[in-house]
């Protein structure tokens, strides 16, 4: 086994995820890629939270003040053990406020 995957095993989901090219972006995640890891919606956007996977981040129903989070791998939180250990997510959960990830 790759001693990578013996420290940190969900990075072998993030290596499988993948991406798609699009115009004027250059690249997203997968689109609506599911896992216990990492969950993307039809943009290929990642979801804060497991439960209620809509078609986009967007059709969740947030009732709290909206805002963003851009970025690269960090904001989209490669290597983390779970959609609710991103950035974007702990900040949702620790704020009145819902930070939409929108990082890539």
């Known amino acids: 086994m790759n001693s990578r995957y013996e ?3 969900q990075l072998k989901t993030y290596d499988n995820i993948g991406i798609e090219w699009l115009p004027h972006l250059m690249f997203t995640q997968t689109t609506n890629f599911r896992s216990e890891i990492v969950n993307t919606d039809c943009y290929g956007l990642r979801f804060n939270k497991k439960r209620n996977l809509n078609q986009s981040i967007f059709d969740e129903k947030i009732t709290s ?3 963003v989070f851009i970025g690269g791998s960090t904001a989209f939180g490669v290597g983390s053990s779970s959609d609710q250990k991103t950035i974007p997510s702990l900040l949702s959960s620790s704020s009145d406020c819902h930070f939409y990830n929108l990082g890539g």
Request: aromatic letters at 0%; hydrophobic letters at 35%.
């Open 7 to 9: 420290l940190a095993p």
């Open 65 to 67: 003040k909206k805002s």
